[in-house]
Structures are given as C-alpha cells and as structure tokens.
C-alpha cells in the first residue's frame, strides 16, 4: 500500500514513522518552511522527520492549485494529520483511500483547533476520530474513536502528544479493516456537530476580569506556545502554569496581592496563582526564581 501523507506539527510525527513502519509513505506534504528571530529558517517537525526518514517533501503554498505532485507516485491512500491546509476535492478523488486523524470526538469539535479549544472551553473529555476526508470541514464517515479524560494538569502541549500517540495506536488497528473494506465507516450526527476554530492573536490576552477558572483554562490551552499573557507597564509577560486560589476579598480585579514567595492576583471571583511566567526577550522561570529578581512589580498595583 502506497501513502502520501499530510501533516505539519509535532502530533503527526508519530503517526508518520508508524505509517513508514508498516507501509510504504511515498511523499510527504507539510507547510512551507518560516522564519523565526534572527531570519533562521525553521522547518515543520512533519519535515524534519520525512528528511530523516529520507521520504520525498513537496511543500505547496496552496493545494488549491498546485496538486499534480500528489498523482506522480501512483499512492493507493491520503492520510492527514494536522496538516492545516485545504485539500480540494480533485486530489480526494483520486485516490482509493482518504483517511484523517483528528483530535477531537467527532462530530464535536471540527475544525482547526480542537484540542486546545477543549481545554480552553473546560471540556473534561476529548478524543481522536480516524475518518474520511470529505469536501466538508470534518464531516466524513468515522472509522473508530477512542475517549480519554482532560486532567486539570493538562495543558495543549501535553494534550497534544497523549492525543497523537493515541492516534498513531488507533490508525494502526484501524486501517487493515478499512483497506480491506470491512469498515466503511458510519455517518456523523450533524445535528451534534460543533466547530472549534483557530484561536486568535486576542484570545492569547489575559483579561483578570474573567472568573479564575476561565483564566485557568486559557492558561492552559495555550501553554507551552505561543502562552497567554497579561501587559504590565507596557511589558508582557507570559503565563504558562497556573493554578487557582480561594480569596473572597472585595478587591478590584487585577489587583497584585501578594509576591511573597508567590504571585497572587485577584480576578472577578477568586484568585489566580501565577506558578510560571515568561517576561519578555527571557527565559521561562520558575515563579519564585522570577520574583527573588524583579523590582518592577509591587503589591496593590492593578494590572
């Protein structure tokens, strides 16, 4: 069995050495290679590991156009994981198989950002779904699915790898029976579909007006990258690791009450203990390494 497969982030490095284990990966396609501070160039993980793999990478800027790459290589089978960009329907069409996995229990939770919504939404469940691609966003037939619990000590990165080892496992079992025509899948509820879409730039903005559970789980949906942050005197800082905190004070929100041996500020209804924080142009510290530092900060002030 010939596959081509499509994926970027570090979820579907896994899946890719699985696929290149037990069948032959002809070409990979990943998203274009950016550059970070400093101009250095910064390859996807999907590519980094197709190199080491020494598996061809074709790198479109958009498959809208530019798929006649994929119908070289005679694949038998598409498989995507995370791959972030459209796939039209005239590369679906020609090839026997379409397969994605997807981190979310579908149909809940279509679309671009899945795991890092569910945390940032208090789900306490999420899950992978091995589907068919379809012209619709998620909607194709499902092959399997398996659940897991969002423990409060998850965050998306954390998520993320449980979510694509767990996808590897299940698209391994899985496939013998969908390329063998055993399974053929089973439709989507669309009346239960829900969509979680990429997050924004504001959605990374640390609002203390916001009850401390919804500041908890904001933390962490976007820990490790990019991070949620607050603005203090104009500077950033952001917060990777938090937890919260009973206070029942009439204290403003905002408000810093205390950074003694802690970080502790007031929000609509609680509190919130900042465990890990980032200041701009620096390392990632430690709280109490951060406060035994910085002169900046000072109890009372409201951010």
Not at 270 to 284: F, H, N, R, T
């Amino acid at each position: 069995m010939k596959i081509i497969f499509l994926g970027t982030p570090e979820f579907a490095v896994p899946i890719l050495e699985m696929l290149n284990q037990e069948y032959e990966v002809v070409l990979v396609v990943t998203k274009k290679d950016s550059y970070g501070s400093h101009n250095k160039l910064i390859m996807s993980p999907v590519k980094l590991k197709a190199n080491e793999l020494n598996i061809p990478v074709f790198q479109p800027e958009t498959l809208k156009d530019n798929y006649e790459e994929l119908f070289k290589y005679n694949a038998d089978c598409l498989i995507t994981a995370a791959y972030g960009l459209f796939i039209p329907s005239a590369v679906l069409n020609n090839f026997k198989f379409n397969i994605n996995v997807h981190g979310s229990l579908l149909p809940k939770r279509r679309g671009g950002a899945p795991i890092q919504r569910a945390i940032l939404e208090g789900d306490l469940k999420t899950g992978v779904t091995i589907m068919q691609m379809s012209k619709k966003m998620d909607a194709g037939l499902m092959y399997a699915k398996k659940e897991i619990d969002i423990l409060p000590s998850d965050n998306s990165t954390t998520l993320f790898l449980k979510l694509s080892i767990i996808g590897r496992d299940l698209l391994k079992e899985t496939l013998p029976s969908i390329f063998n025509y055993e399974n053929k899948g089973i439709p989507q509820n669309e009346e239960e579909a829900t969509f979680s879409y990429v997050l924004t730039k504001e959605e990374e903005i640390i609002d203390f007006n916001k009850n401390s559970l919804d500041i908890f789980n904001q933390v962490r949906a976007f820990a490790l990258v990019p991070g949620a942050y607050f603005k203090y005197k104009d500077q950033p800082y952001k917060v990777l690791e938090c937890k919260i905190v009973d206070d029942n004070s009439d204290l403003l929100p905002g408000t810093i009450i205390s950074l003694k041996k802690q970080m502790l500020i007031k929000t609509k209804d609680k509190a919130i203990s900042i465990l890990k924080i980032k200041p701009a142009g620096k390392k990632l510290m430690d709280i109490n390494n951060f406060l035994n530092g910085q002169r900046i900060f000072k109890e009372n002030d409201i951010i």
